[in-house]
T-cell receptor, first 109, second 118 residues
Framework: DQQVKQNSPSLSVQEGRISILNCDYT??????FLWYKKYPAEGPTFLIS?????DKNEDGRFTVFLNKSAKHLSLHIVPSQPGDSAVYFC????????FGTGTSLTVIP | GAVVSQHPSWVICKSGTSVKIECRSL??????MFWYRQFPKQSLMLMAT?????????EQGVEKDKFLINHASLTLSTLTVTSAHPEDSSFYIC??????????????FGPGTRLTVL
């Protein structure tokens, strides 16, 4: 049973616009959420995280929003750049890590 | 969807002992499995790439004699931490590649194994 879901396998966005990547989870006991970025043939790179006691965390162009009542997490990238093109994984942790299956973002110059 | 499991989920061991972690793809055959190490609030560090029936490819700085990887079948890869020490305490996470027809390549992660070395 997939406890963390990324329902959009791919997303295309024009350079300079906002990219919004979504993630849903099922377990209300998760207390920490992470976003990773992955380029081909490399390991995932940590991007940004958020604790369950917060609903927003911002780091430069990246902002993560957490809606606990909806069990929904989103990553906003603004403005999007071609170098942001990669696969983005969300993950949730309690006692273990649970990863989504990834969303492939393409930023079109 | 495709499921990757890891066993055990949490292991506590004494310094000097060896610990084996299993990674299984439950409903698909994984041509390639990856082993990662996760430090708090840091990136997943790729340790090695494991291909079925061949030797694992280790990343620079990862001791292959300390972290033994065996990929005996298309559904099972094992990581053995030999002579574990407290600094080996970490989350170890595996992932498996599933190549769909159509050439899209997805990666599915296991839930991780928390290793605590006393």
């Amino acid at each position: 049973d997939q406890q963390v879901k990324q329902n959009s396998p791919s997303l295309s966005v024009q350079e300079g616009r906002i990219s919004i990547l979504n993630c849903d989870y099922t377990n209300s006991m998760f207390d920490y959420f992470l976003w990773y970025k992955k380029y081909p043939a490399e390991g995932p790179t940590f991007l940004i995280s958020i604790s369950s006691i917060k609903d927003k965390n911002e780091d430069g162009r990246f902002t993560v929003f957490l809606n606990k009542s909806a069990k929904h997490l989103s990553l906003h990238i603004v403005p999007s750049q071609p170098g942001d093109s990669a696969v983005y994984f969300c993950a949730a942790s309690g006692n273990q890590f649970y990863f989504g299956t990834g969303t492939s973002l393409t930023v079109i110059p | 969807g495709a499921v990757v499991s890891q066993h055990p989920s949490w292991v506590i061991c004494k310094s000097g002992t060896s610990v084996k972690i299993e990674c299984r793809s439950l409903d698909f055959q994984a041509t390639t499995m990856f082993w990662y190490r996760q430090f708090p609030k840091q990136s997943l560090m790729l340790m090695a790439t494991s291909n079925e029936g061949s030797k694992a490819t280790y990343e620079q700085g990862v001791e292959k004699d300390k972290f033994l990887i065996n990929h005996a079948s298309l559904t099972l890869s094992t990581l053995t931490v030999t002579s574990a020490h407290p600094e080996d305490s970490s989350f170890y996470i595996c992932s498996a590649n599933f190549i769909f027809s159509g050439a899209n390549n997805e990666q599915f992660f296991g839930p991780g194994t928390r290793l605590t070395v006393l």
